[in-house]
């Protein structure tokens, strides 16, 4: 009966495998030129002089994904040029596209639109008001291949997760995995769902960080098709073309997941659905299996995951403040504290005593890739925790291991780490004067306590926005005090190690109210530049959260051994609190906020900046624009060409004295410029307007530049160190399992 099952299987998998394979050949077509247009025929057109808009001829066009082709000579600063896509007869609910306006000194730019059924009369409409038609030279509508990888991926997850539910329901049946299992695989499914209701329609909320977490999303991907170097330290996409170091000293390691889909044609909105998706459904999977590890009990893992998952600040993060780096971060706090949990806790004379490191080296490089802020945070509560459990953490054995996940942690992430340190020594920020302002003020104590919030919050003074809930979860602290009242009885349920993870949840929770004297402690010498950095208190909620899951599993496992109708009744009214609370957190997030559709990110801009952390100078005013090389007289210059951050121009400087060319870049160190003879052009240190990247210029010179961002040997070195290290770490454990098989393949062949 199990061959015959076997068999059913393969030949479903030999089934999915011919389709896909029918689906990448489909892929593999090149685009198809639908349409062109150009700017002296719709001139001629025109029979109204008054006129500021012309249509073009409709196209009947298919279901897919298109690119449009724009190509201009506008160089007025007052010009532009809006282009919109529509479709006739009032069929528009199968279209997918956003208008987009044209920069002046933007010559060129493409943007999506989507087809999600055959349209008749699909046009183009141009509206001209603020320029002429003159300076429109062409545009092109293509047919491009995005559609088919959109359907092959979506095949792929497709037959991926039938395959998964069909694995899993024969270990079912075949009694591998336990009812408790199953019910947790369930929940965490539902849970996962439960988060994402608010996306569950054609919109997103475009609010606070979310503008710019897309347009980093958007410069990796336009990376990937013009071929920047890997990895990414200044993309071109920002600030119209003169690039921005966002990567450099923000990581993008996972980010690079919404770039891949947006490179396989999803439009930009849902490319980040899917990826918020793909991060609510790994934090519920990973907490689980950090609170399940720890505390070996299912029931009160899972709920210790619901209560995380669906704590209202991580609601905030996701769907208000639009904090990337710190949802993400978020995803990996639990395997951190569970590292250290399991390193004080476990025999340390047992062989798997030395894998629990790696619950460390994981999680906090994940965090490190994510949010330094968090990383910050999360150092230094390990650090107090090697303070108040001293006495185990000085054991030889598990120094040892601490310092062994420490210098792999290090250097495993010296690729991103080493090159923002040294860039920040090199020169000034704007970074840096926002770290040396005060810390905001925190939160009123009371809005850790309100238990149904409507979207708002109880503030304290300025620096918070007006419409954000600030709280651990009113069901954390619900069972903090029930598991007090029910300690009185049975002391057994209350031990040291719940009071240290209640004291540590409430006391993070201060740290997030404006009852923490944040201005005392930001005077401390040494001490206020880091604390400074952290912006806003109720960042800590982040840990508290955390903590409170954490106390929340261990607290119900041991009230559930109890086997009292009293305690699990109070477990279940807590499962209820926090469900009810998030569901109604979540029905104000849907009714209220204020949603848009967004399908390219063509019509975004590439100025979203909030502060400009990264820019280079403290006198930009973010002013930017496209523009062409400007040049000192007598100099010239000739044979532009521009391609990501790579510049090549032919330059004449008849003058005998040095002469001065600003180039369309971002100053960063970093720069190499080079003659087609190999001589070095000098940099100079004075940058130009916006701070724009500056050549010297030879006296007498002629001859063709070329102009890369190549960094420093340092950063070499560094990715070097990364690879070296993460492949000895990968063989490392790969020879730890294989070896940990055999040695249970022997033990069941001697039973």
Same mark, same amino acid.
């Given at each position: 009966?199990?061959?015959?099952?076997?068999?059913?299987?393969?030949?479903?998998?030999?089934?999915?495998?011919?389709?896909?394979?029918?689906?990448?050949?489909?892929?593999?077509?090149? =685009?198809?030129? $639908?349409?062109?247009?150009?700017?002296?025929?719709?001139?001629?057109?025109?029979?109204?002089?008054?006129?500021?808009?012309?249509?073009?001829? #409709?196209?009947?066009?298919?279901?897919?994904?298109?690119? +449009?082709? +724009?190509?201009?000579?506008?160089?007025?600063?007052?010009?532009?040029?809006?282009?919109?896509?529509?479709?006739?007869?009032?069929?528009?609910?199968?279209?997918?596209?956003?208008?987009?306006?044209?920069?002046?000194?933007?010559?060129?730019?493409?943007?999506?639109?989507?087809?999600?059924?055959?349209?008749?009369?699909?046009?183009?409409?141009?509206? @001209?008001?603020?320029?002429?038609?003159?300076? %429109?030279?062409?545009?092109?509508?293509?047919?491009?291949?995005?559609?088919?990888?959109?359907?092959?991926?979506?095949?792929?997850?497709?037959?991926?997760?039938?395959?998964?539910?069909?694995?899993?329901?024969?270990?079912?049946?075949?009694?591998?995995?336990?009812?408790?299992?199953?019910?947790?695989?369930?929940?965490?499914?539902?849970?996962?769902?439960?988060?994402?209701?608010?996306?569950?329609?054609?919109?997103?909320?475009?609010?606070?960080?979310?503008?710019?977490?897309?347009?980093?999303?958007?410069? !990796?991907?336009?990376?990937?098709?013009?071929?920047?170097?890997?990895?990414?330290?200044?993309?071109?996409?920002?600030?119209?073309?003169?690039?921005?170091?966002?990567?450099?000293?923000?990581?993008?390691?996972?980010?690079?997941?919404?770039?891949?889909?947006? /490179?396989?044609?999803?439009?930009?909105?849902?490319?980040?659905?899917?990826?918020?998706?793909?991060?609510?459904?790994?934090?519920?999977?990973?907490?689980?299996?950090?609170?399940?590890?720890?505390?070996?009990?299912?029931?009160?893992?899972?709920?210790?995951?619901?209560?995380?998952?669906?704590?209202?600040?991580?609601?905030?993060?996701?769907?208000?403040?639009?904090?990337?780096?710190?949802?993400?971060?978020?995803?990996?706090? #639990?395997?951190?504290?569970?590292?250290?949990?399991?390193?004080?806790?476990?025999?340390?004379?047992?062989?798997?005593?030395?894998?629990?490191?790696?619950?460390?080296?994981?999680?906090?490089?994940?965090?490190?890739?994510?949010?330094?802020?968090?990383?910050?945070?999360?150092?230094?509560?390990?650090?107090?925790?090697?303070?108040?459990?001293?006495?185990?953490?000085?054991?030889?054995?598990?120094?040892? $291991?601490?310092?062994?996940?420490?210098?792999?942690?290090? !250097?495993?992430?010296?690729?991103?780490?080493?090159?923002?340190?040294?860039?920040?020594?090199?020169?000034?920020? &704007?970074?840096? $004067?926002?770290?040396?302002?005060?810390?905001?003020?925190?939160?009123?104590?009371?809005?850790?306590?309100?238990?149904?919030?409507?979207? &708002?919050?109880?503030?304290?003074?300025?620096?918070?926005?007006?419409?954000?809930?600030?709280?651990?979860? +009113?069901?954390?602290?619900?069972?903090?005090?029930?598991?007090?009242?029910?300690?009185?009885?049975?002391?057994?349920? +209350?031990?040291?190690?719940?009071?240290?993870?209640?004291?540590?949840?409430?006391?993070?929770?201060?740290?997030?109210?404006?009852?923490?004297?944040? =201005?005392?402690? $930001? &005077?401390?010498?040494?001490?206020?530049?880091? /604390?400074?950095?952290?912006?806003?208190?109720?960042?800590?909620?982040?840990?508290?959260?955390?903590?409170?899951?954490?106390?929340?599993?261990?607290?119900?496992?041991?009230?559930?051994?109890?086997?009292?109708?009293?305690?699990?009744?109070?477990?279940?009214?807590?499962?209820?609190?926090?469900?009810?609370?998030?569901?109604?957190?979540?029905?104000?997030?849907?009714?209220?906020?204020?949603?848009?559709?967004?399908?390219?990110?063509?019509?975004?801009?590439?100025?979203?900046?909030?502060?400009?952390?990264?820019?280079?100078?403290?006198?930009?005013?973010?002013?930017?624009? @496209?523009?062409?090389?400007?040049?000192?007289?007598?100099?010239?210059?000739?044979?532009?060409?521009?391609?990501?951050? *790579?510049?090549?121009?032919?330059?004449? *400087?008849?003058?005998?004295?040095?002469?001065?060319?600003?180039?369309?870049?971002?100053?960063?160190?970093?720069?190499?410029?080079?003659?087609?003879?190999?001589?070095?052009?000098?940099?100079?240190? =004075?940058?130009?307007?916006?701070?724009?990247?500056? %050549?010297?210029?030879?006296? =007498?010179?002629?001859?063709?530049?070329?102009?890369?961002?190549?960094?420093? #040997?340092?950063?070499?070195?560094?990715?070097?160190?990364?690879?070296?290290?993460?492949?000895?770490?990968?063989?490392?454990?790969?020879?730890?399992?294989?070896?940990?098989?055999?040695?249970?393949?022997?033990?069941?062949?001697?039973?």
């Amino acid at each position: 009966m199990r061959n015959g099952k076997i068999k059913k299987f393969q030949i479903v998998l030999l089934a999915e495998m011919l389709i896909l394979l029918a689906l990448f050949f489909r892929c593999l077509g090149k =685009e198809e030129l $639908q349409g062109i247009y150009y700017g002296e025929d719709m001139a001629e057109a025109v029979q109204d002089p008054s006129a500021t808009q012309i249509e073009t001829e #409709p196209m009947r066009l298919p279901a897919g994904v298109y690119r +449009v082709h +724009v190509q201009t000579n506008m160089d007025g600063q007052e010009e532009t040029l809006g282009v919109c896509v529509e479709n006739g007869r009032g069929y528009t609910n199968s279209l997918k596209a956003n208008a987009v306006t044209i920069l002046p000194g933007n010559d060129a730019i493409d943007f999506d639109f989507f087809l999600t059924d055959t349209a008749y009369e699909v046009y183009l409409k141009i509206d @001209y008001g603020k320029t002429s038609l003159d300076h %429109l030279q062409e545009i092109s509508v293509w047919k491009t291949r995005g559609g088919e990888r959109i359907l092959l991926f979506t095949a792929l997850m497709i037959f991926l997760g039938i395959d998964m539910l069909l694995v899993f329901r024969r270990r079912c049946l075949e009694g591998k995995v336990s009812t408790e299992r199953q019910m947790a695989v369930v929940s965490l499914c539902a849970l996962a769902l439960i988060q994402f209701i608010p996306y569950c329609n054609d919109t997103m909320i475009f609010d606070v960080d979310v503008p710019y977490h897309l347009l980093r999303i958007e410069s !990796l991907a336009n990376a990937m098709r013009t071929g920047e170097a890997f990895p990414y330290r200044i993309t071109s996409y920002w600030l119209d073309g003169h690039g921005y170091a966002s990567s450099l000293f923000y990581c993008d390691f996972f980010l690079m997941i919404p770039a891949l889909l947006r /490179v396989i044609g999803f439009p930009i909105m849902t490319a980040y659905k899917m990826f918020m998706f793909l991060v609510m459904a790994a934090t519920g999977v990973i907490t689980y299996a950090a609170l399940q590890r720890c505390v070996r009990k299912e029931y009160a893992a899972l709920l210790g995951t619901a209560v995380y998952v669906l704590a209202p600040y991580r609601f905030n993060n996701f769907y208000i403040r639009g904090a990337v780096g710190e949802y993400l971060a978020m995803t990996f706090v #639990p395997m951190v504290f569970c590292g250290f949990y399991l390193l004080c806790t476990e025999d340390i004379a047992s062989e798997s005593y030395k894998k629990c490191k790696w619950w460390i080296v994981f999680g906090m490089s994940a965090i490190l890739e994510c949010h330094l802020l968090t990383t910050e945070m999360v150092a230094l509560c390990l650090a107090v925790f090697c303070v108040i459990f001293v006495k185990r953490v000085l054991r030889k054995r598990t120094f040892v $291991q601490l310092a062994e996940a420490t210098g792999i942690v290090l !250097l495993w992430n010296c690729w991103f780490y080493v090159p923002m340190l040294y860039m920040m020594n090199k020169d000034t920020y &704007k970074l840096q $004067q926002i770290i040396g302002k005060n810390l905001s003020h925190g939160m009123e104590l009371a809005s850790s306590v309100v238990i149904w919030q409507n979207g &708002k919050q109880i503030t304290s003074r300025d620096g918070i926005y007006g419409r954000e809930p600030y709280s651990i979860g +009113v069901a954390v602290l619900l069972l903090i005090v029930f598991w007090l009242i029910y300690g009185c009885k049975r002391k057994e349920v +209350v031990d040291r190690t719940g009071i240290v993870l209640a004291v540590t949840c409430v006391f993070t929770n201060l740290l997030n109210s404006n009852f923490f004297p944040w =201005e005392q402690v $930001q &005077k401390i010498r040494g001490v206020g530049m880091v /604390v400074s950095s952290m912006q806003f208190p109720f960042r800590w909620l982040g840990i508290s959260v955390a903590f409170g899951a954490a106390f929340v599993a261990y607290a119900s496992a041991k009230i559930l051994e109890t086997a009292s109708w009293n305690g699990k009744l109070g477990i279940v009214a807590l499962l209820f609190m926090s469900l009810a609370g998030s569901s109604y957190q979540l029905s104000q997030i849907v009714f209220t906020d204020n949603e848009t559709q967004l399908y390219t990110a063509a019509n975004m801009g590439t100025i979203s900046l909030i502060l400009g952390e990264y820019l280079i100078t403290d006198e930009l005013d973010m002013a930017f624009s @496209y523009h062409d090389p400007a040049a000192e007289d007598p100099v010239q210059w000739y044979d532009y060409e521009k391609q990501g951050t *790579n510049i090549t121009i032919t330059v004449e *400087n008849s003058s005998e004295q040095e002469h001065r060319l600003e180039l369309p870049l971002q100053g960063y160190q970093g720069y190499r410029a080079v003659d087609a003879g190999g001589a070095e052009i000098e940099i100079a240190e =004075e940058r130009g307007a916006h701070g724009d990247l500056t %050549l010297r210029i030879p006296a =007498e010179y002629e001859g063709t530049i070329s102009v890369a961002y190549v960094g420093f #040997p340092i950063f070499k070195t560094a990715e070097g160190i990364t690879l070296f290290s993460v492949l000895i770490s990968a063989g490392y454990l790969i020879y730890r399992c294989s070896k940990g098989r055999k040695r249970a393949e022997t033990n069941e062949s001697y039973v």
